[in-house]
């Protein structure tokens, strides 16, 4: 079975810091990865994903993740972050022959300006 | 339509009473997902559809809970004998087919059991 681990259940940060939130997975096989982003009374949406080839992939609003097969990881990046980013991040992994997307708990991400 | 819709938005209803969510996905998409987001935990999957048919409905909790689908379209989501347990958001998700393409999510049906 497949499982999400995010390490980081809140974080804090003043604006222009970096971030980088962890996510960890569980499957023995070819996975697709994904992070999504919740703003506050906003819905799900798509930040970036990774399916296959370089495992450095970068997404919207400069965020990016980097896919270590050898550790099972997929942190989230980004190198400032501004008083927008304050969300909910969620890491997913879906394993293939698999069709759901299994879910961490997610990571609330509060910046300070 | 443009995005994966969702009624109601809030829904409030008296424990021991039955609800129906319902979703309206992408045009065009075939397969449909259910996810429940409760206060402090992460989305939690319900249940798969692959046009009419659900190949994974392992996520329902119990058998209070049932799904179908119909026309390949719309997706009803039905809590029957409501628990406060069963307060959550309740989210819809479409994809264009079951693997190798984005999730996309609704905005969710707040759901109050009181």
């Known amino acids: 079975a497949q499982s999400v681990?995010?390490?980081?259940?809140?974080?804090?940060?003043?604006?222009?810091?970096?971030?980088?939130?962890?996510?960890?997975?569980?499957?023995?096989?070819?996975?697709?990865?994904?992070?999504?982003?919740?703003?506050?009374?906003?819905?799900?949406?798509l930040l970036l994903k990774y399916f296959s080839g370089d495992p450095l992939v970068k997404g919207i609003k400069g965020f990016e993740a980097e896919f270590i097969k050898s550790k099972f990881s997929?942190?989230?990046?980004?190198?400032?972050?501004?008083?927008?980013?304050?969300?909910?991040?969620?890491?997913?992994?879906?394993?293939?022959g698999f069709q759901k997307l299994v879910f961490g708990t997610g990571t609330r991400l509060l910046v300070s300006p | 339509g443009a995005g994966v819709s969702q009624s109601p938005s809030n829904k409030v209803t008296e424990k021991g009473k039955d609800v129906e969510l319902r979703c309206d996905p992408i045009s065009g998409h075939t397969a449909l997902y259910w996810y429940r987001q409760s206060l402090g935990q992460g989305l939690e999957f319900l249940i798969y559809f692959?046009?009419?048919?659900?190949?994974?409905?392992?996520?329902?909790?119990?058998?209070?809970?049932?799904?179908?689908?119909?026309?390949?379209?719309?997706?009803?989501l039905t809590i029957q004998r409501t628990q406060q347990e069963d307060s959550?958001?309740?989210?819809?998700?479409?994809?264009?087919?079951?693997?190798?393409?984005?999730?996309?999510?609704?905005?969710?049906?707040?759901?109050t059991v009181v």
């Open chain 1, 5 to 45: 681990s995010q390490h980081n259940h809140h974080v804090i940060l003043s604006e222009a810091a970096s971030l980088e939130l962890g996510c960890n997975y569980s499957y023995g096989g070819t996975v697709n990865l994904f992070w999504y982003v919740q703003y506050p009374g906003q819905h799900l949406q």
């Open chain 1, 74 to 96: 997929f942190n989230l990046r980004k190198p400032s972050v501004q008083w927008s980013d304050t969300a909910e991040y969620f890491c997913a992994v879906r394993g293939t």
């Open chain 2, 50 to 76: 692959q046009g009419n048919s659900a190949p994974d409905k392992s996520g329902l909790p119990s058998d209070r809970f049932s799904a179908e689908r119909t026309g390949g379209s719309v997706s009803t």
């Open chain 2, 88 to 111: 959550a958001v309740y989210l819809c998700a479409s994809s264009l087919q079951s693997s190798g393409n984005t999730i996309y999510f609704g905005e969710g049906s707040w759901l």
